[in-house]
């Protein structure tokens, strides 16, 4: 999967990777595998295989880990 209308592309995170959401829309961020954590706002959360984070339009995150991610543009 690479990109169509829903979804940008699945991230193979192995160490750090900034992500930026466009200002149009907000994202859902779902861990399909591995671990990591998710730093937004000088909030840090952990975040593991099944588990998601929605991210506000406009907004940069940090993820750091290893772990695989697909984001949903909503």
Do not use: M, P
Request: proline share 0%.
């Amino acid at each position: 999967l690479s990109r169509c209308k829903y979804f940008e592309i699945v991230y193979e995170v192995n160490g750090e990777q900034k992500l930026h959401i466009e200002d149009s829309h907000f994202a859902s961020l779902v861990c399909l595998s591995g671990e990591g954590w998710i730093e937004a706002d000088s909030v840090t959360e952990k975040i593991s295989a099944g588990e998601s984070f929605f991210v506000h339009a406009g907004k940069s995150v940090i993820v750091h880990g290893t772990l695989r991610l697909i984001v949903s543009c909503i």
